[in-house]
Structures are given as structure tokens and as C-alpha cells.
């Protein structure tokens, strides 16, 4: 059986990455880091409930505390006396970036991958219904696997799999339930743990790729 690593925040998109995986039969590796964001508690426990559901051949969480001390004062993700905009703006990259946080985790990825002989990683990442994150744009993404492809050994080449680049939330959501993705044990709010508060960001996105979609989110929400 092929191997393939996925990129695991607990998150529907990366959860999707994994289903999609699963759909076509690889035996897959988790990788889910805590770089003590806000709401690792629950991420984390949304990867690992996500990762026993897909029966991960193995699932590694790793331990990124060092990122609050170089990222404090940056990223409203880890830095709680910064606001978690419920706005974005065109104009500007939002403070829920964290800066090169998929270099980064991909990174570990692929040490994992040229370990493991792995074929490919999964990873989430979206360039249409997203907050303008640099490390999400498909040119960053190739890029990247250029630099994989030059630091590992010769007769490896890891494919940086990324198919929910050019999809909107709607069809991100459409595309789990096709393939039967565990939606209810997915997190995607960046200020709650119990309900997901429905104002930040993120869950806007989430909120309004469901109701595209036509389809009732599992998720509590504060508000909607």
C-alpha cells in the first residue's frame, strides 16, 4: 500500500484532505502540531478523534512551543492580547497569519516522508475562500516542493498534494460529504473551545461554505 502523510490541524479542510486520501487508498501518517495556539486543546482533539476515524497508520503530535516565543506579539492566534478580527480586508494580510507556519510543519512533513518513503503530503491549503495567507498561494506551494525535492535524497521526490487549492468552501463541503468526511469532529473557529463562536473569520468562511452548500453544519456555534 502507498504511503502519504497529511498536514492535520483538525480543521474541515485538512480533515478533507485526509478523506480524500483515505478514498483512494493510501495508508496514511498524521502530522498535528501544537505551537500553543489558542485553541489547540480542541484542534488537537479534533486531529486525533479524525485521525482514529481514517485508522492513521500512525499519527504524530508534535510539540511547537517555541513558536509562541518567536511569534508573541505577531499573530492573534497565539498572542491573546491581540483582537481576532471578525473582518477581512483585501488590502491587508489579517493578524490571524501566523508568520511561515506551513514552512515550517511542511518541513517536518517531509523529514517524516523521505523517512517513511512516503509518496506524497496532504495539506489543506486554499487559495480561493481564504484570508490572503501567503503560504497558501499555489505559487508558495510549488516553491516549496522545488525545496523539497532539492533537500532530500536524489531518487526522492515528494509530491506536496494540495486539492483543495482551487476550490470555494461550498465545494470544499460538498466534496466531504461525497466522501463521507466526519464534518462533526472538524474545528474551524480561531476564539473558542466549547462552541465555536461564529463571529472570527474563520468560522464566517465555514458558515457561509455550509449554507452555500446547502448543507446543516454538525458544529455548535455562539452565533450565526
Known amino acids: 500500500m502507498t504511503r502519504a502523510i497529511v498536514v492535520l490541524s483538525g480543521g474541515m479542510d485538512s480533515t478533507t484532505v485526509a478523506g480524500i486520501l483515505h478514498a483512494k487508498g493510501y495508508e496514511i501518517y498524521?502530522?498535528?502540531?501544537?505551537?500553543?495556539?489558542?485553541?489547540?486543546?480542541?484542534?488537537?482533539?479534533?486531529?486525533k478523534k479524525v485521525g482514529e476515524f481514517y485508522g492513521f497508520k500512525d499519527h504524530l503530535f508534535i510539540n511547537l512551543s517555541f513558536m509562541k516565543e518567536i511569534l508573541k506579539?505577531?499573530?492573534?492566534?497565539?498572542?491573546?492580547?491581540?483582537?481576532?478580527?471578525t473582518e477581512s480586508s483585501e488590502d491587508e494580510i489579517p493578524n490571524t497569519y501566523v508568520p511561515f507556519r506551513n514552512t515550517?510543519?511542511?518541513s517536518l512533513a517531509v523529514a517524516w516522508a523521505e523517512t517513511l518513503n512516503a509518496e506524497l503530503i496532504?495539506?489543506?491549503?486554499?487559495?480561493?475562500?481564504?484570508?490572503?495567507?501567503?503560504?497558501?498561494?499555489?505559487e508558495y506551494i510549488e516553491a516549496f516542493e522545488k525545496v523539497a525535492r532539492l533537500g532530500t535524497k536524489p531518487n526522492y521526490a515528494p509530491q506536496i498534494f494540495?486539492?483543495?487549492?482551487?476550490?470555494?468552501?461550498?465545494?470544499?463541503?460538498?466534496?466531504?460529504?461525497?466522501?463521507?468526511?466526519?464534518?462533526d469532529l472538524t474545528w474551524s473557529c480561531?476564539?473558542?473551545?466549547?462552541?465555536?463562536?461564529?463571529?472570527?473569520?474563520?468560522?464566517?468562511?465555514?458558515?457561509?461554505?455550509?449554507?452555500?452548500?446547502?448543507?446543516?453544519?454538525?458544529?455548535p456555534y455562539e452565533s450565526t
Open 73 to 85: 506579539d505577531s499573530t492573534s492566534l497565539i498572542d491573546e492580547k491581540l483582537e481576532i478580527p
Open 30 to 47: 498524521g502530522i498535528t502540531v501544537d505551537y500553543l495556539q489558542r485553541t489547540s486543546k480542541k484542534e488537537l482533539d479534533c486531529a
Open 162 to 183: 494540495t486539492p483543495l487549492q482551487h476550490m470555494s468552501k461550498a465545494e470544499i463541503v460538498k466534496k466531504a460529504v461525497e466522501l463521507g468526511v466526519p464534518l
Open 122 to 138: 496532504g495539506i489543506g491549503v486554499n487559495a480561493l475562500d481564504y484570508s490572503g495567507y501567503p503560504d497558501c498561494r499555489p
Open 104 to 106: 515550517i510543519i511542511l
Open 190 to 219: 480561531y476564539q473558542n473551545q466549547e462552541k465555536a463562536c461564529g463571529t472570527c473569520e474563520s468560522c464566517q468562511l465555514r458558515i457561509k461554505g455550509f449554507k452555500e452548500a446547502g448543507v446543516t453544519d454538525p458544529i
